[in-house]
T-cell receptor, first 122, second 112 residues
């Protein structure tokens, strides 16, 4: 079974500064996907960024980027130029590759970490 | 564009009562999921479905049942609610095997 660990329950950052959220995972799979989801106070789950394990290049989405270290099984999220609207709970998630032909992988399931509550302050 | 809709949004139950949470998606997605979210534990998968008429157990299936009679709907049932089932429940769906999950807004259930 896969596990996802987020060791920082809470973090804070000043507006316009940069913050990095940590995530490590444990798996024996070689082909998988990693995600960061954001959950603001509205409770809505929003995809922030996605990384495919077979790609060496780190994913980037505007102010959000990841540092994917496959050998170390580490997947950190960097938020640049933090904004008040970035205040939210952030979840790291893992999904192993699903083969629909032989039905391995269990149907595209996500395994989540316990989350990091990020507060952006003035 | 409704996306994934969960009903009800809030519910209070007494121990032993039964209820059903409905998840409806209008995106023609094959895969649907029910998660529960508890403080300090992230989201944990209860049950999931890889297509109409199919269901499978997730990480924490005990005390819950599900049905996927129609492709667009995924129902989560509690036959005899327990205080340990107090939680926020999220439904999600996806079309792609490698794409993002689309989540509903969550349903807060309290069992007294």
């Amino acid at each position: 079974a896969q596990t996802v660990t987020q060791s920082q329950p809470e973090m804070s950052v000043q507006e316009a500064e940069t913050v990095t959220l940590s995530c490590t995972y444990d798996t024996s799979e070689s082909n998988y996907y990693l995600f960061w989801y954001k959950q603001p106070p509205s409770r809505q789950m929003i995809l922030v960024i996605r990384q495919e394990a077979y790609k060496q290049q780190n994913a980037t989405e505007n102010r959000f980027s990841v540092n994917f270290q496959k050998a170390a099984k580490s997947f950190s999220l960097k938020i640049s130029d933090s904004q008040l609207g970035d205040t939210a709970m952030y979840f790291c998630a893992f999904m192993k590759h699903f083969n629909p032909i032989i039905l391995t992988g269990g149907g595209n399931k996500l395994t989540f970490g316990t989350g990091t509550q990020l507060k952006v302050e003035l | 564009n409704a996306g994934v809709t969960q009903t009800p949004k809030f519910r209070v139950l007494k121990t032993g009562q039964s209820m059903t949470l409905l998840c409806a998606q209008d995106m023609n997605h094959e895969y649907m999921y029910w998660y529960r979210q508890d403080p300090g534990m992230g989201l944990r998968l209860i049950h999931y479905s890889v297509g109409e008429g199919t269901t499978a157990k997730g990480e924490v299936p005990d005390g819950y049942n599900v049905s996927r009679l129609k492709k667009q709907n995924f129902l989560l049932g509690l036959e005899s609610a327990a205080p340990s089932q107090t939680s926020v429940y999220f439904c999600a769906s996806t079309l792609s095997l490698t794409g993002e999950l689309f989540f509903g807004e969550g349903s807060r259930l309290t069992v007294l």
